[in-house]
DNA sequence: CATGAATGAGTTTTCATTCAT
DNA sequence: GATGAATGAAAACTCATTCAT
């Protein structure tokens, strides 16, 4: 089951990876900066040079680790991924034979709570482009959830688990509104989360 | 060019109707491929060439009628709101008196067929940046859905109809996940129709 | 025996073809310029920054018609080699039906002033790299020359116009070594005019 | 080649014994490295940090050892250069007192098959830029050669012997033409061969 | 000696915008 | 109006060289 499996390739590709403690350290720092900046202003107009500077580094620092710049949003989407997948991939224990309702909202849970920790993820994996890169990580996430609400008891109609896993990383998606203010933001999540609650608990079939 | 003498305008405009019709012609054809390319890679990654050889038009006559390339996204999304705004409007008779659930269902309808036709209107208001004529947009989207909620006979719980004014545009971007194959994207429509019906039919506890 | 045609295509497709006449006398004073810089410093040493100033236009303009260094080397040699390629058909006529002796003099003869006039050639078609435009004009050049020498009278052995159409050339590579003070590289080309003049009137067979 | 200098340190010598063995063999590899790469690519176009690749060390490592780029070139033509000065000393004793056609031919051979073995000696002395140092072993050349065709028997015209030390070099670089297929470079460097003897057994008139 | 991270000046390249014809 | 040449500030990217470990 090990979905997760064989992205860390995908990483190593995207960046040369650091052999000493500190070259780590200062990828560590060089993506977070990436990852800031890209939130606040998006991936196009975020700058290479302001983002060298933004950890401390030197643009050839930057260049050092990562060769490109859609190399580095790769390499940066890479880990992120790969924590939403461990996370996800938790949640299989715990959420095997439970209804599909209560695995609703622990997705619902466990997504919001990552997309608010990464916002990151959802700015790039919304930006315009569509690299093979960026649609691996999409399929590998839908197969994820769609084995979570495969388990669900009573079991879902066929089809079903697949199209939910395709809806309920959407939904998130709103979330991200940034424009709107907080309290509105946590009203339309709520309303959300209702929502698909409803939605899987109707009554009659 | 005379300032004031009756018919010598007159014979002018007689000869610019031409003229003028083909510069018609060019404005659409310019917005057109601008929205076909803001599509295509978004925004920032289009570029003010591109597009004029993209409609058959030198980049002089691009600047001759949009000052700006900011200025030009704005045209096209002024035009393709007031094309929605006008749809919504005629909603309002349709849907006076009517369920909640019904008027979602028009309004999901209504958001869907537009954003097939305009794809542009969903990569520009997502697009980062945070303009206010795009926020005016957004409020103005918001305030005519959040109006035929409120029309609905029985009443919505008070403040539902704003959230729902929010939600609702928000459940229309996943129709744009291109990249996934047509058959599952009409899949994941239907269950998000069904999922907000659901919701708003919910038998009161 | 349109040997020369085809090559038109390499031009157009190195730079963008300037359309207006002012754009064509720029074209050429890039070119120009280009030239002059790769010949005295090399084409790597040389800095795109550089040529446009020499050639007194920005460094857009130079960008405006030729997207990319290599290509701008490109675009210069197919100009060049099409310059060659028409005073190498000249001699056609002129020389069908002389003894390879006096074909080799007059190849000589054309190569010598072509290179004088056009130290750019040389600098070039020299440089490392191995791109297939490169190979593809040394081919032209040498159907060509090879062409003149199988009109000699009498015939050359089977094959050997083939060969001294590679080796007439490299003869007048030599005249480029710039490092050497020009009397002697007179005599230089001088000795080697004559040694090819006695290789090929050697008495008996 | 004075790498480690002086022999203050002979107490340490026998320890350091494995280590210079080492340290010798990675100059070398080094060395092979960075003329591949020349050969390859140019001088110009060859990176500091490819040669270290090539050579499997690091780019500390190689700095170690050549301070910069162009004394890497130069010692590597340094020693390029004593082992065709060797091979051309060698033949002043086999050659003295024969005509100048077998001294001719003897030159072209050891020159022919130097290059072969040493592609990066015509890679490095043709490429642009003009330090003393390639001179001065452009000189060093000539003069050995003059001093070979000054012995000939009968002897030659005054001057000449300068001339011919200029041009058999030369006709040298022809065989470099690396694109073109193995068998017709061998039937080019033939054909030069006879070329120079024909010319130099001329029937004097 | 060895290593690989770090630097930053210098280069190539892009693109919104202006301007002469 | 229309066109396409012209511009230059700003961005991406390179690479010889230095330095801490």
Redesign the interface.
């Known amino acids: 089951m090990r979905i997760a499996s064989g992205n860390a390739d995908l990483t190593v590709a995207a960046s040369r990876a650091p052999q000493r403690a500190r070259g780590r350290r200062r990828v560590a720092d060089l993506m977070a900066a990436a990852a800031g900046l890209f939130v606040e202003?998006?991936f196009?107009?975020t700058t290479m040079t302001e983002i060298a500077a933004q950890a401390g580094a030197s643009i050839g620092s930057l260049y050092l680790f990562f060769p490109t710049k859609p190399l580095l949003a790769q390499a940066l989407m890479a880990e992120l991924a790969d924590t939403l997948s461990t996370r996800l991939e938790a949640l299989q224990a715990l959420t095997s034979g439970q209804s599909a309702g209560a695995i609703a909202d622990a997705v619902f849970d466990a997504l919001a709570a990552f997309l608010a920790d990464h916002p990151a993820y959802a700015?790039l994996i919304?930006?315009?482009?569509?690299d093979s890169w960026k649609?691996a990580i999409?399929i590998r996430r839908r197969l994820q959830i769609g084995a979570l609400f495969a388990r669900a008891v009573p079991p879902l109609a066929p089809?079903?688990a697949?199209?939910?896993a395709?809806?309920v990383p959407?939904?998130m998606?709103?979330t991200l509104?940034t424009?709107?203010p907080q309290p509105?933001r946590e009203?339309?999540l709520g309303?959300?989360r209702?929502?698909?609650r409803?939605?899987l608990d109707?009554?009659l079939k």
Do not use: N
């Open positions: 202003k998006g196009e107009a700015a919304d930006a315009p482009g569509d649609q999409r089809g079903q697949e199209v939910l395709l809806v959407q939904l998606r709103i509104q424009s709107e509105l009203a339309v309303e959300l209702k929502m698909l409803h939605h109707w009554p």
